[in-house]
């Protein structure tokens, strides 16, 4: 999919290709923001996440 607002592309994902794709970006987010909370701690969020049932959505 491609926004027509900024040209960028963008992917949708789900499951543990979503889990997969989390782990690979999520870090290098959290790294870069100086006021990401604990909350925001991606060995928070995946360790939430794996409990999750695989059906789940938001």
């Known amino acids: 999919m491609t926004s027509q607002r ?16 989390l782990a ?6 959290y790294e870069r923001d100086a006021t990401a909370s604990a909350y925001q701690d991606p060995s928070w969020l995946l360790g939430w996440a794996d409990n999750c049932p695989v059906d789940a959505s938001p």
């Open 6 to 21: 900024c040209g960028c592309q963008a992917a949708e994902y789900s499951g543990k290709s979503a889990l997969d794709f």
């Open 24 to 29: 690979r970006t999520w870090p290098g987010l």
